[in-house]
């Protein structure tokens, strides 16, 4: 088993903003309102269908909550995106 890839010398890559400040705001506030929905909606779920959706709303509103939050998102990571504004000018 490796160790966690490094992204600058020094720096582990989960430990990186990747995300612009614009984003990590609009993140954050579309995670918290989907969570806050999805947990409203769960309180009285009716079918199974409707509870499975609640569900995928809650985790998809968690993911977005936690990347605005860290300001890191794993699949900018995986895929090598940077935002303009945390490009480093040459």
């Known amino acids: 088993m490796t160790g966690p890839t490094t992204h600058r010398p020094g720096t582990f890559a989960w430990r990186t903003v990747n995300i612009s400040p614009a984003e990590r705001a609009g993140r954050a506030l579309m995670g ?10 769960l309180t009285g779920a009716g079918g199974a269908l409707a509870v499975v959706l609640e569900v995928l709303l809650l985790l998809a509103g968690l993911d977005l909550l936690i990347t605005g939050a860290t300001g ?11 935002p303009r504004t945390r490009r480093s000018r040459p």
Request: aromatic letters at 4%; a positive charge.
């Open 32 to 41: 918290l309102a989907a969570t806050i929905i999805a947990i409203v909606l």
């Open 72 to 82: 890191h998102c794993p699949l900018y990571a995986k895929l090598g995106h940077v």
